[in-house]
């Protein structure tokens, strides 16, 4: 698998209010149908938001797909060699913007 860019968590927001997550259409591809099914799929354990700040790679990584990382896991580590990050696509204080207003609209 080809890898392109690196991303880098800023913030992670839980949604406390999740009629809020509507208000950010502009910020993730999903269907109001699809954000109910993930909010109703555990109740219990709220979703969490990310703001992320993406540097395209000077050259892209390539990623052996392995057996190991299959499954239902949300984080693997992945084997990767050396990568040198760009400049970010959005500065800190956009990324910072967005951030408060997800927070605003979530919480």
Known sequence: MRVPAFARVV???????????????????YTREQ???RLE???????????????PLRAPV???VLERYAGCSSW???????????????DRAEIERTAARV????S
């Open 76 to 90: 693997v580590p992945l084997e990767v060699g050396t990568f040198e990050p760009g400049s970010p696509v959005l």
């Open 41 to 55: 799929f555990r109740p219990k354990k709220p979703l969490v938001l990310l703001a992320v700040e993406v540097m």
């Open 11 to 29: 913030s992670a927001i839980p949604v406390a209010r999740n009629d809020g997550v509507y208000e950010l259409e502009d910020l993730h591809p």
């Open 103 to 106: 927070r605003a609209a979530v």
């Open 35 to 37: 954000i109910d099914l």
């Open 62 to 64: 390539d990623v052996p």
